[in-house]
């Protein structure tokens, strides 16, 4: 009798291909938190076909729930995909977000940012990870792209911030364009 092959074995096969690969950036860490293929920490995932059984979060559409779910680059978004969950920054002037965030420093945190019109979000460096850039620079279609963010090249450093106030509503998808194949990407959205 044959089995077919179901997303959770392509994605533990890919997971442990990542994790060859990554054991020369450094190894993989004792909590794995992060690690594509690696079960999420705390509730699980439902098993089945497609989605995983995870909610969307509310105010996130589903189209940008997907894109962090799947990945931009083949894996999916390191933080997302352990809890997918958006940060709602609503009402407030300001709010940051971590660049070189999770254990092996190469996510963002929050990954979904929910955010009015007038804030003003600024990526702030953690100087972990290596180098690293916020880019509106995706390889789907099927997220939208409304607002389109670019800090310029990486860069490497605790010192580093990127700062960008949305005007406009819409959706502001982002990778970290050296990290982007091992799932460091974003997103923020952009409410009334």
């Not at 794995?32 to 098993?47: A, F």
Request: with cysteine; aromatic share 4%.
């Amino acid at each position: 009798m044959t089995r077919e092959l179901t997303r959770r074995d392509l994605l533990g096969i890919a997971g442990a291909a990542g994790s060859v690969a990554l054991a020369g950036c450094g190894g993989v860490l004792g909590d794995k938190r992060g690690v594509p293929g690696t079960p999420g920490n705390g509730s699980g995932d439902g098993g089945g076909n497609g989605g995983g059984g995870s909610q969307v979060p509310e105010g996130v559409p589903e189209a940008v729930h997907t894109w962090m779910m799947e990945g931009d680059g083949g894996q999916a978004a390191k933080l997302y995909s352990d809890d997918p969950s958006a940060a709602d920054l609503t009402g407030q002037d300001s709010a940051t977000i971590e660049v070189g965030a999770g254990g092996q420093g190469v996510a963002f945190a929050p990954a979904v940012a929910i955010v009015s019109t007038g804030t003003e979000v600024t990526w702030e460096w953690t100087g972990n990870g290596g180098a690293h850039n916020v880019v509106t620079d995706i390889n789907s279609s099927s997220v939208p792209v409304d607002i389109e963010l670019n800090s310029g090249s990486a860069q490497a450093g605790s010192d580093v911030t990127y700062s960008y106030t949305f005007e406009n509503t819409g959706v502001a998808p982002y990778v970290c364009v050296p990290h982007r194949a091992i799932g460091m990407m974003g997103a923020v959205v952009v409410q009334e």
